[in-house]
């Protein structure tokens, strides 16, 4: 069976050039220089770029990530594989650009840390859209839990402070940006790999490209630092692990046909606090929690020293593990449209 | 006497602030011997919760998760509105997989939730045995000794007061405990019933670091809500001084202490822990520059950075810093130095090892630990008593603020014997409630 089937580049080009064509006037300048107003999908304007979150000096990279189809989970005999890991089955994922990192306190410190009531007159319609967006209270304790700041990813923040962070970064850009869905992670970290790794099978090998139990020290690292995998994703294994849009199911898989490739995959997530998935593995696990097919569901444990009832609708307390990376989508799937956080501190 | 500016203007603590012993004790020391009840063996743990805050309401869920056989029977809080909210929350609370499996109940007809300032009396007179304390810190030496007169087992949140007068009761009311057979009262400083401090400790009370030669702790974060006086009106509560500062605690002295002693002191407890003793005296300093601005009465009158060095008995000085400023660097830590290695306790580290799991989720949770050993000592009839250690913690943070507060070298015994009492004579919610000034270092006084 060919478990991974990426388009044609060649296809795809001659394709979208026929659609641009039809679409757009040739002679419209916007094409090209800004991605968003390019025709979804179109390769020439698929590509690396940098944004600069406005009012500040902090930018970050984004790798385009190509559309395809591969095999989501592992194989029975695969070394460390879990129960939910199964069964295999092909899944189809649109085109979309990824982090390049994980999301840093650099950027991250833009969002929550902007005091409530800074608002300026004559605030840019953007800029409005964002402040309207609700941000975390202050924490309790430290937030890096002593993990480092400048360069380190983001952890111990809850689902729902990691989404309503991408709508925050929406706002601010206009460009759609959301947590990936749990298929395009693993989509992503495999790179058209089906080895247990993206670089293969051994273990061994895992220094060279990730942060986990057997380096790292018990603490994060600056994001960037280690060898990236075949699409130029660094950290994708390991350093934090990172939350995925997706409820976490064990026994999901068992819902998808194993015939035919399931488009977009996504278990949308409701309004109760747990759980969700988080992929990658981290600084504090052994290996085979890094396999790209390694599922993780959050639980109630990650935020157990949070004293107050309701519990923190943003902090986690437990949790010095887990951070998340962004992803933009080329043209965002019907069912994601819109989407926001559903959860308040009422919820479960 | 009082802290005064030296100027000798107007501004004492005194005209503020006066001096009161709430009534109600009397009545506790005469009810004490109707209801001086222990729960033994499997006897159910009735508990009775003295404020309905986000502090006690987790409190309530800790319990809940603790130990089997146990039972909320009364809730009381300063404002209806919390009870109300929390009555809503155990409902759903009570239905949780795990506390069914315990077979733990809440049990409480709208009579048995207490509003207005004298809840707390109503709760430690209930049918209530195990009493958790979780109001702002103020009016906790009040309350320690109104359960303790009562013969009521005690869970005590953190700091457990906020000036010398009320550490004097809370020590009087310790005494008084140790002289009733059983009575087991366990304090909200978490980090002592954590495993990972505890294996810390451990190891350096087995002397792998040899001799503490310095110590030094942090607790610098981001800052602390502010509730504004308007938002009383979206809890129904009518406009008035004493309600806007017990909703809006954190600001005022008098109710919190200021974040040296109520956030601080967990950190100050860990070094105290460490070394066996409390310091004996403080130099060190502080200000008020990020908060709000404003009339005291509405913005508040505590400080948001301190840097302190303690000098213990034995020459030994902890540094310790706490700062309640956004954008700044965050810390918080305990870090000690010995003859024969070093330490970091919140890491659950020694000599550069860890010697505990930690931030891994999973572990035991230290805020249902400490119900889980409370609970233990009652029913196995193995007296605990942590008023002790609590309360000279607290006042270790009280003897920083007040080295901070005045500029000067102060020392332990100032603090302990000092006349400097926050609280307001006579509470009620009619009352005009002026704010002291922020302190002035150099110029304020303890007296």
Known sequence: ?348 | MTREHAEGSQTTRREFLKTTAVAGTALAANMSLLTNVHAAGSDTIKVGLVGCGGRGSGAVDNVLHSAPNVEIVAIGDAFKFRTDDLRRQLQKLVNKEEVKKLGNRVNLPEERCFAGIDAYEKVIHSDANYIILATTPGFRPTHLQAAVAAGKHIFTEKPVGVDGPGIRKVLAAYEEAQKRKNLCIVAGTQRRHEAGYLETMKRIHGGEIGDITAMRCYWNGQGIWFRDRSELSKHGIPDSDLAYQIHNWYHFLWTCGDHIVEQHVHNLDVCNWALGKHPVKAVGMGSRIARPVGNPREVGNIFDNFAIDFEYDNGVHMLSMCRQIRGCESNVSEALVGTKGTSRPDQYSVNGQRVAIKGRGRTVDPYVQEHTDLIECIRSGKPINELKTVAESTLTAILGREAAYTGKLVTWDQVLHSKEDTMPERLSWEMSLPVAPVPVPGKTRLS
């Open chain 1, 1 to 348: 069976m060919c478990r991974f089937v990426q388009y044609s580049l060649g296809w795809c080009l001659f394709l979208l050039l026929v659609l641009a064509m039809l679409w757009h006037d040739p002679a419209s300048p916007a094409r090209g220089s800004a991605p968003d107003q390019a025709p979804a999908s179109a390769p020439a304007a698929h590509k690396a770029y940098t944004e600069k979150i406005a009012g500040s000096d902090v930018k970050f990279d984004m790798v385009p990530i190509p559309g395809g189809t591969f095999v989501m989970g592992s194989p029975a005999n695969e070394a460390g594989r879990q129960a939910d890991e199964g069964p295999e089955h092909p899944v189809t994922i649109r085109p979309f650009w990824m982090g390049k990192t994980e999301v840093t306190w650099d950027e991250y410190d833009q969002y929550w840390k902007q005091e409530e009531g800074a608002k300026r007159e004559n605030q840019k319609p953007e800029d409005k859209a964002a402040d309207a967006v609700s941000r975390p209270t202050p924490p309790y304790a430290d937030e890096t839990f002593g993990h480092g700041r400048e360069g380190h990813p983001v952890l111990c923040i809850t689902h729902h402070a990691a989404m309503e962070y991408c709508r925050w970064l929406s706002a601010k850009t206009g460009k759609i940006y959301r947590l990936p869905t749990e298929a395009e992670w693993e989509y992503a970290a495999r790179a058209g790999t089906t080895t247990p790794y993206f670089f293969g099978s051994d273990p061994k090998q895992l220094g060279d490209y990730a942060w986990f139990a057997g380096n790292a020290e018990d603490v994060t690292h600056e994001v960037g630092k280690k060898k990236p995998n075949p699409w130029g994703l660094y950290d994708i294994y390991g350093n934090v692990a990172e939350w995925c849009l997706d409820t976490y199911k064990k026994d999901y898989y068992q819902s998808f046909p194993n015939d035919k490739p399931t488009l977009s995959p996504v278990l949308i997530p409701n309004a109760d606090r747990f759980p969700h998935v988080a992929r990658g593995g981290s600084w504090a696990d052994e290996p085979a929690r890094l396999r790209s097919a390694a599922r993780r569901g959050s639980d109630k444990s990650w935020i157990k020293r949070d004293p107050q009832r309701p519990q923190s609708i943003w902090w986690l307390t437990d949790a010095e593990f887990v951070g998340f990376r962004i992803v933009r989508p080329v043209e965002e799937q019907e069912n994601l449209k819109g989407l926001r956080s559903l959860t308040t501190r009422e919820s479960n």
